[in-house]
């Protein structure tokens, strides 16, 4: 069977051919142990998590004690926003962040406010990007954390992180970032972006599904969310997933050793694409900054068109989404676009075109004629056509 174009990178990654070798290691005679076993097998365990805690912790300059394994980026988002502001809750209950966050994010906040904290929900422009100014302005005296996004899973937009941390720092604003689809992608360091919480995701970067990380600057006031024994330093009870985690290390591992030519290339491949689909349809429009932006993300909009309806169009040929997998079901218009402004009619063309390491030439040729091919063929049949 000849396989629909994969470009849809940002909903998940394919498990890279050296982290599932590392993987299949732990699934031998030798490596089963319970990590928190005295002997050898546990001793082996053991030292596998914390050789994988090493590479991720290398991979974002931070300390290998610094690093928390989970079981995803949601969990790990949980905890960093839930466990902080529980952990604060008596020096303040004012939080922030923006209208263009994941709903593992967005989720949260909308939990805390129901059990009366007071949540500042910070607009975007017309780029889909965080304004410093606008959280410096909506900082109180009970400020306690803001959680803004490093960029977006839907657009693209990078976040000025490092330039936020300049405003909540030296006040003792805890500072979380969620780093879900940015790491991999390009440099994420947390002494650069001067953040206190920063979450990953293993399926973003090449691990499996089932692994995340949380980084932890020391010293930052959090408390764990479930109970149990003081596996991860007490954050994240319950036996750890070895093979997963010495997964996201290989996965963290590759892209240290990559540093950063991966994004160039992903990024020659995105323009590539964009040129293609601009020289033969008048009137496409980018979704979000076309710079400051994850190189290999594009959002556009085609005129006139349902963005899921042209997709369903060229099945055999892309596979791509509408927006984030965590809320692609319906027609609506994607909230991120409704913050940025995009009007309705724009928004309901708009497809998330975002590729990968293993994307070739080729397939983007193939997946632009389909794209442009379907939406030719739409105007062939005329604008008022009820099935478009």
Request: hydrophobic share 40%.
């Amino acid at each position: 069977m000849n396989m629909p174009v994969y470009l849809d990178y940002n909903a998940t990654t394919p498990v890279d051919s050296q982290v599932a070798a590392a993987i299949e290691t732990c699934l031998g005679r030798h490596l089963f142990g319970n990590p928190s076993s005295s002997h050898i097998y546990g001793r082996r365990a053991h030292d596998a998590v914390e050789k994988a805690r090493e590479q991720v912790a290398l991979l974002i300059g931070a300390r290998h004690e610094e690093i928390i394994f989970t079981g995803c980026a949601t969990e790990a988002n949980n905890l960093a926003i839930r466990g902080a502001a529980t952990a604060l809750r008596n020096r303040g209950r004012h939080i922030i962040t923006s209208a263009i966050e994941h709903p593992s994010v967005a989720a949260p906040f909308s939990l805390l406010e129901q059990q009366g904290w007071d949540v500042t929900v910070l607009p975007v422009n017309e780029f889909g990007m965080v304004s410093p100014e606008s959280v410096a302005d909506a900082l109180r005296s009970d400020t306690v954390l803001v959680s803004i996004m490093h960029a977006n899973n839907e657009v693209g937009t990078i976040q000025p992180i490092s330039a936020i941390s300049a405003i909540t720092r030296p006040k003792g604003i805890v500072l979380h970032t969620d780093a879900a689809q940015s790491v991999g992608k390009i440099p994420v360091l947390v002494d650069r972006l001067g953040v206190d919480l920063l979450t990953m995701a293993g399926h973003k970067f090449y691990a499996t599904k089932g692994v995340g990380a949380l980084y932890v600057r020391k010293d930052t006031p959090i408390e764990a969310l479930i109970a149990g024994a003081g596996h991860e330093q007490g954050l994240r009870p319950g036996t750890e997933n070895v093979p997963a985690i010495v997964g996201i290390g290989e996965a963290a591992r590759l892209v240290h050793a990559a540093d950063g030519f991966e994004g160039v290339a992903l990024r020659v491949l995105r323009d590539m694409l964009y040129e293609h689909l601009q020289q033969d349809i008048p009137g496409l429009r980018i979704n979000g900054h076309f710079d400051a932006c994850l190189p290999n993300t594009l959002n556009v909009s085609f005129p006139g068109v349902s963005g899921r309806e042209l997709l369903e169009q060229t099945t055999s040929d892309v596979a791509a989404s509408v927006g984030s997998a965590c809320h692609e079901e319906g027609d609506d218009v994607s909230g991120v676009l409704g913050a940025m402004g995009v009007s309705p009619q724009q928004a309901r063309g708009a497809v998330r075109l975002s590729i990968g390491v293993p994307t070739t030439e080729m397939d983007i040729e193939r997946a632009a004629n389909a794209l442009v091919s379907a939406f030719c063929n739409k105007w062939n049949r005329g604008k008022n056509d009820d099935k478009w």
